[in-house]
């Protein structure tokens, strides 16, 4: 008797803390944040920016989605969306989604398995109606069929296994489009079944987006509206913050310096340093003299010191590198004895930028006859910083540099169309896996490869990679394969990022995530605490 009485106690008192903490949940407020920048559209399938990704996610839903409470995006921590529930065949070429009932799109219609088919249609650019860009395209590239099988469940054909599928579903990047709208529209007017639904975008000024009244999750979003306002000058944006017209700053916006200076002011204020999942990268055009000269390539990357930009640039927060994200965050970074033995990363620079400096000058190139080039970067403090520093050392083997700063609106189509012959990028992968690097970096013809690299070779350890199901041999694969893109002088990375966020006490449910930038904005469960 006194067992089963205390049992009820428990089960009690569990109700009680469970209604409490559902009672604190505050219904109502605008969330104020602001962005960097102009998005160059509202489209978030035909754009590569968080300029684009974070202010338009929270009007979307996927199939599935990281988990918005989990701080590391993983296989394990994918949560059902638009989806259901998904299976596989035993071979794992077959992936099943039962689809959700009683969805609608913002403009009422109801959401089934063909906007499902329509979404994968235009990223695979089979569709009549294009994207006009379409970065990601090649993510989809193992994917033979997409079967209707009825208003609510969807089919996905494979080629082969690839264990990384399900995730490209997860990222912020992977959201359901609706059918009956045009791509053209989705650049403007967006469209989703999300918590929130478009009001305006104002090119250079704001994004407004309000609560969706009919959301599919009870009681979900608790905010009324998000009011995103555009502010170009990063002081302006901090001082801002710090003055509490936002309630929250923007990923990557921080540097470690300023954020502390943030906390400093305003001492209540949450604040994280976040490995980004985002590496600063060296841009050549192997399609343009002299860069053609892999020589000439070989030289520029022999005069990085990558120790200097992370002392300069991230107050020595940030890591020395490859292509895959650095542990303890991600999976598959290259310990660091391996990283340091790579090509051009040993820690002797006075040595690697002698044996640069011979190779330009057998070039015909010296202090008098430097090599004079534009470096070209993305118009954004986060872009133009570590280009200057790149110029700065540049001028130790004969090269000297002249900053070129483009528009966020036109900085990746220019790059893609290889308008440029060097330039200071910066890529952030969408999740921690290989395959999204690899293939949208890398692979041949990708829309995203910025420099053409093209190897063969290359091109078949990313696919043996890519199907292959056992951990331990995956990354074997994926270090072989960060070696030989080192030797290659594909697309040097410099360093990898980490940056600042802070958001006001009163922003309640929020998680910052450590190995993306662009996952957690869907904001259906964050609340305003005042």
């Known amino acids: 008797?006194?067992?089963?009485?205390?049992?009820?106690?428990?089960?009690?008192?569990?109700?009680?803390?469970?209604?409490?903490?559902?009672?604190?949940?505050?219904?109502?407020?605008?969330?104020?944040?602001?962005?960097?920048?102009?998005?160059?559209?509202?489209?978030?399938?035909?754009?590569?920016?968080?300029?684009?990704?974070?202010?338009?996610?929270?009007?979307?839903?996927?199939?599935?989605?990281?988990?918005?409470?989990?701080?590391?995006?993983?296989?394990?921590?994918?949560?059902?969306?638009?989806?259901?529930?998904?299976?596989?065949?035993?071979?794992?070429?077959?992936?099943?989604?039962?689809?959700?009932?009683?969805?609608?799109?913002?403009?009422?219609?109801?959401?089934?398995?063909?906007?499902?088919?329509?979404?994968?249609?235009?990223?695979?650019?089979?569709?009549?109606?294009?994207?006009?860009?379409?970065?990601?395209?090649?993510?989809?590239?193992?994917?033979?069929?997409?079967?209707?099988?009825?208003?609510?469940?969807?089919?996905?054909?494979?080629?082969?296994?690839?264990?990384?599928?399900?995730?490209?579903?997860?990222?912020?990047?992977?959201?359901?489009?609706?059918?009956?709208?045009?791509?053209?529209?989705?650049?403007?007017?967006?469209?989703?079944?999300?918590?929130?639904?478009?009001?305006?975008?104002?090119?250079?000024?704001?994004?407004?987006?309000?609560?969706?009244?009919?959301?599919?999750?009870?009681?979900?979003p608790y905010l009324d509206g998000i009011d995103w306002r555009i502010i170009s000058n990063r002081s302006t944006r901090a001082l801002a913050f710090v003055a509490g017209e936002f309630d929250m700053t923007f990923s990557l916006d921080l540097t470690v310096a300023l954020m502390k200076d943030v906390q400093a002011q305003l001492p209540n204020a949450i604040c994280e340093l976040q490995p980004t999942n985002n590496s600063f990268n060296l841009l050549i055009n192997r399609e343009v003299a002299p860069f053609n000269n892999p020589q000439i390539r070989s030289a520029l990357a022999l005069t990085l010191d990558r120790k200097d930009f992370i002392d300069i640039i991230t107050d020595g927060k940030g890591k020395i590198g490859g292509v895959m994200l650095a542990g303890p965050e991600g999976l598959w970074g290259m310990p660091p004895e391996l990283v340091a033995a790579l090509p051009g990363y040993g820690a002797d620079i006075g040595k690697n930028r002698g044996e640069a400096r011979k190779i330009m000058e057998a070039l015909g190139y010296s202090p008098t006859n430097p090599l004079k080039i534009k470096v070209a970067t993305r118009n954004i403090p986060l872009y133009r910083d570590p280009a200057v520093l790149l110029i700065d050392q540049l001028k130790h083997i004969h090269v000297q540099g002249e900053l070129e700063v483009i528009d966020t609106s036109v900085w990746f189509a220019k790059v893609a169309r290889g308008e440029y012959s060097v330039g200071m990028n910066l890529t952030a992968g969408a999740i921690d896996d290989p395959d999204v690097n690899f293939y949208e970096n890398y692979a041949c013809g990708s829309e995203r490869n910025y420099t053409k690299y093209c190897n063969p070779h290359v091109e078949t350890l990313i696919e043996a990679q890519s199907n292959e199901l056992d951990f331990a041999k995956r990354r074997q694969l994926v270090w072989d394969i960060e070696k030989q893109l080192a030797e290659d002088v594909a697309r040097p990375i410099i360093s990898q990022g980490v940056a600042g966020l802070c958001w006001q006490p009163y922003v309640k449910g929020f998680v910052l995530q450590h190995n993306s930038l662009y996952n957690n904005w869907r904001l259906d469960d964050v609340w305003l605490d005042k």
């Open 1 to 220: 008797m006194l067992q089963r009485l205390s049992i009820g106690v428990l089960a009690l008192a569990a109700l009680v803390l469970q209604t409490s903490a559902a009672l604190a949940q505050q219904q109502g407020g605008t969330l104020r944040m602001y962005i960097w920048d102009n998005p160059p559209s509202a489209s978030i399938h035909e754009e590569a920016t968080v300029s684009t990704v974070t202010p338009f996610m929270s009007l979307f839903n996927n199939l599935v989605l990281f988990d918005q409470h989990e701080k590391l995006n993983n296989s394990d921590n994918i949560r059902p969306e638009l989806a259901t529930s998904w299976t596989w065949n035993a071979e794992k070429t077959r992936l099943t989604f039962k689809l959700r009932e009683g969805v609608k799109w913002h403009d009422g219609a109801p959401f089934t398995a063909k906007d499902v088919a329509c979404t994968l249609e235009k990223l695979q650019d089979k569709a009549a109606d294009k994207f006009r860009k379409n970065p990601r395209a090649v993510w989809w590239h193992n994917l033979k069929q997409v079967v209707v099988n009825s208003d609510h469940e969807v089919t996905l054909v494979l080629g082969r296994p690839q264990p990384s599928f399900l995730s490209f579903f997860a990222t912020g990047y992977t959201p359901i489009y609706p059918c009956h709208v045009s791509a053209a529209q989705m650049r403007t007017r967006p469209v989703g079944t999300g918590p929130f639904k478009f009001v305006e975008f104002k090119s250079n000024e704001s994004v407004k987006v309000v609560r969706n009244p009919d959301y599919w999750r009870p009681g979900h």
